[in-house]
Each structure stands twice: as C-alpha cells, then as structure tokens.
C-alpha cells in the first residue's frame, strides 16, 4: 500500500548529539514537508521541498537542515540537539498533480526526546 | 502572528450529539480550508476541505460551512460517535506557495 513511513518512531539522545530523522514514501508525491508539533502549538513547518534540488526554509528552521536525496526520500537532521527540540515529528506529501486544496498526507510521527 | 486560530482547545460532546468545531483565519489569500483529524500515536488524516468559492461541503456525517465574510469556518459532525474522539486541526492552503497553516487543534471528546 502506497504509504510515508518514518524511522525512527522514537528516539531519546542527549544535548549536542546530531540527530537524523528520515522519511519515505512510495506514494511518487514529488513534495515533502517537515513539521513539528508541539502540545498546544499545532503543526509548525519546519521545511519543505517541491522537488529533489529544491529546498526551503519553513517558518522555524533555525538548528534544522535537511536533504532531499531522491523523489521519495527527504531527511531531517538536528545538527546539535537541544532540549527544546523536544517533540513530535511529522513527514508529509502532496502531489502538485493532485487535487486543487493541496492536501497533504502524513506519516505516523517520530517522538523525539533531548535530554 | 497566528493566521489560522482555533480558539478552543477542548471540546466535549455526548455520543449522538452534534460537535461543532470553529476556525478562524486571517489571510484572504488562503483558497481552500482542510481539516484534519489525528489521533494518539498517528500521524494526521485529512478529513475534509472546502474551497473559499463555497460556503458548505458535506461528507457523510461531516459537513465544513465557510463563511468568508466572518473569515470563519466550522466542522459539524452529526451524529457523534465515541470513535470521533481526536484532536482535529484546521488547516489553510495558500495556491501561491502551496503551503498549509495549521491551527493548534481542538480535542474533541465524545462521551458514550
């Protein structure tokens, strides 16, 4: 079934420690996103990408970067982790030959915690 | 500045009922309205939209009414069922940079 997967689902890492969270989709979506939700926050964007050599900020990227390696695959990494990067971690896709209200289709999450 | 606000953080309900689930937004620019429903431990699911050119979409027992002078829009869901319990965020699509902005979601409770 054509699904965005998320590795890893949970993961606990100390302040300063480089994080990678990765994404992947067989939905042959060609646009990725990366949020984070927060407890009474919302989703938040974090960075998008609407094609493989196209990245860009969201509106709190700052201590994030990501790549785009190929058309399914987009990774998020925290290059030195800290404490208030604590909190759930969302992948998304959307097709820009799909239907007109952008909708966008999530993968299940990875709860990050930095201690 | 928050462009889409859901002002309501909770919302219970008692099974049969109708929920009723508010948005407002500030932007004129977004052009569709979605809503999502995610429950613990999953990702988010699109639920329904409406374009801003409507002021009503119906989807079985869920139905989005815009209200584009009020810059308002509401989810009712008729009747409720305990399986109904999530959070539900609204979400606005701008075609100019085909972005969402998500509010920060109402809990909504369905009372068996």
């Known amino acids: 079934d054509a699904d965005v997967t998320q590795t890893p689902r949970n993961r606990i890492t100390k302040t300063g420690k480089r994080i990678m969270l990765e994404c992947s989709q067989t939905?042959?979506?060609?646009?990725m996103y990366w949020y984070r939700q927060d407890p009474g926050l919302g989703l938040r964007l974090i960075y998008y990408?609407?094609?493989?050599?196209?990245?860009n900020k969201g509106e709190i990227s700052d201590g994030y970067s990501v790549s785009r390696q190929a058309q399914a695959k987009f990774s998020l990494s925290l290059e030195s982790a800290i404490p208030n990067q604590t909190a759930l971690y969302f992948c998304?896709?959307?097709?820009?030959?799909?239907?007109?209200?952008?909708?966008?289709?999530f993968g299940p999450g990875t709860r990050l915690t930095v201690l | 500045d928050q462009q889409v606000k859901q002002n309501s953080p909770s919302l219970s309900v008692q099974e049969g009922r109708i929920s009723i689930l508010n948005c407002d937004y500030t932007?004129?620019?977004?052009?569709?309205f979605l809503w999502y429903k995610k429950y613990p431990a999953e990702g988010p699911t699109f639920l329904i939209s409406?374009?801003?050119?409507?002021d009503k979409n119906e989807d079985g027992r869920f139905t989005v009414f815009l209200n584009k002078s009020a810059k308002h829009l509401s989810l009712h869901i008729v009747p409720s069922q305990p399986g109904d319990s999530a959070v539900y965020f609204c979400?606005?699509?701008?075609?100019?940079?085909?972005?969402?902005?998500f509010g920060k979601g109402t809990l909504l409770t369905v009372n068996p």
């Open positions: 998304a896709t959307s097709d820009s030959a799909g239907a007109q209200d952008n909708e966008q289709f």
């Open positions: 939905k042959g979506h060609d646009r």
């Open positions: 990408s609407f094609d493989v050599k196209d990245i």
């Open positions: 932007n004129s620019m977004f052009d569709y």
């Open positions: 409406i374009s801003s050119i409507k």
């Open positions: 979400a606005a699509s701008d075609a100019s940079n085909y972005k969402l902005t």
